[in-house]
């Protein structure tokens, strides 16, 4: 029998900048790459290999990788923020909390060629709506 497993994918930051990074061991490290010093963000405490003094090598599925020392309600403002930055403000409503919706993308069905707007809202609610009247071509043109 025999297993395939997933290499670990690693992206490299910078030593100075978003993050606050210390040296965790007293003497240089070696493995197969050469040698490597451990270093850990004194905010967010996420670790990984500094073999050049420039840049710090951490897993790429690391969480805490771009938003150092934030919150999570912080974060998710930000993904969302990210998120809308080219959609368009609808004319719709949330129905949880009744604030505009924001259309991401715009998709359409093969069968039906009904065309569906992706919305979503800041406070989590995501949903289809259909424009196809708005979308579809006038075939009287």
């Not at 297993?3 to 210390?22: C, D, N, Q, S, Y």
């Not at 080219?86 to 065309?115: F, G, H, Q, R």
């Not at 609610?125 to 075939?139: A, G, L, Q, S, W």
């Amino acid at each position: 029998m025999r297993f395939l497993f997933k290499k670990a994918v690693m992206f490299k930051l910078p030593i100075e900048g978003l993050h606050t990074f210390r040296k965790m061991n007293i003497v240089t490290l070696f493995d197969e790459k050469g040698q490597y010093d451990l270093m850990k963000c004194s905010e967010c405490s996420i670790e990984g290999k500094c073999r050049d003094l420039r840049t710090v090598e951490i897993l790429r599925q690391s969480k805490k990788a771009n938003y150092c020392n934030m919150s999570n309600k912080d974060i998710k403002e930000e993904k969302f923020e990210e998120k809308t930055m080219d959609a368009i403000k609808t004319e719709t409503n949330c129905p949880d909390c009744n604030k505009k919706l924001y259309e991401i993308a715009v998709y359409i069905e093969e069968e039906t060629e009904d065309y569906f707007a992706e919305v979503i809202c800041k406070c989590g609610h995501k949903d289809m709506i259909n424009v196809t009247k708005r979308e579809k071509p006038n075939p009287l043109i």
